[in-house]
């Protein structure tokens, strides 16, 4: 079973930043938070991953908070492209591919 | 490199006919994976591979599945006398464990529908 939970579903205003929740309360110390995210008919898409710090890169940032029990995905200046099943996956790191995938939480991002 | 490719994109099939699907990761990427995604649910962990080497099996995948990967390139998922219950996107992801990241890069899927 998944060991995050995320709300099922979210809006946002395109060009706002958006904000998606992920609580993973039972992780363990040496499992990673990873962000993929699936476009309708595509294959899932990394987005980014981190241990415990917070971490940037071109697409998005991730807040872990400091008892690591949640994190939240931000989407600094949202896009009609962005809608996308958004997915919070804790795994070891060198489990590379093998992801215990959730339900997600449905971005729908609006004009 | 153009990244994971799957083929075919789409198949139907008559209940009880066998169908193989093929997957071409990317290039020295010794990690492959197969996934099953039915509608509305995340995609759900089958098998992988390292090298040719087939490392874990999920529950999920039935004696009517095998997959092989025979020469640690691509790889291939068969499916044997096909139930309704089959119908589903089949995904591949490859990943490299020496990358300084281990995501994993999703092909777009084997849609399959059984009728």
């Known amino acids: 079973d998944a060991k995050t939970t995320q709300p099922p579903s979210m809006d946002c205003a395109e060009g706002r930043a958006a904000n998606l929740p992920c609580n993973h309360s039972?992780?363990?110390?040496?499992?990673?938070v990873y962000w993929y995210r699936q476009i309708h008919s595509q294959g899932p898409q990394y987005i980014i991953h981190?241990?415990?710090n917070n971490e940037t890169n071109e697409m998005a940032s991730l807040i872990i908070t400091e008892d690591r029990k949640s994190s939240t995905l931000i989407l600094p200046h949202a896009t009609l492209r962005d809608t996308a099943v958004y997915y919070c996956?804790?795994?070891?790191?060198?489990?590379?591919?093998?992801?215990?995938f959730g339900q997600g939480t449905e971005l729908s991002v609006k004009p | 490199d153009t990244g994971v490719s799957q083929n075919p994109r789409h198949k139907i099939t008559k209940r009880g006919q066998n169908v193989t699907f093929r997957c071409d990761p990317i290039?020295?990427?010794?990690?492959l994976y197969w996934y099953r995604q039915t509608l509305g649910q995340g995609p759900e962990f089958l098998t992988y591979?390292?090298?040719?080497?087939?490392?874990?099996k999920s529950r999920l995948l039935s004696d009517r599945f095998s997959a092989e990967r025979p020469k640690g390139s691509f790889s291939t998922l068969e499916i044997q006398r096909t139930e309704q219950g089959d119908s589903a996107m089949y995904l591949c992801?490859?990943?490299?464990?020496?990358?300084?990241?281990?995501?994993?890069?999703f092909g777009q899927g084997t849609r399959l529908t059984v009728v």
């Open positions: 992801a490859s990943s490299s464990p020496r990358a300084l990241n281990t995501e994993a890069f």
């Open positions: 039972t992780i363990s110390g040496n499992e990673y």
């Open positions: 981190g241990l415990k």
């Open positions: 996956i804790v795994s070891l790191y060198n489990q590379g591919g093998k992801l215990i």
């Open positions: 290039s020295e990427h010794n990690r």
């Open positions: 591979f390292q090298n040719e080497a087939q490392l874990e």
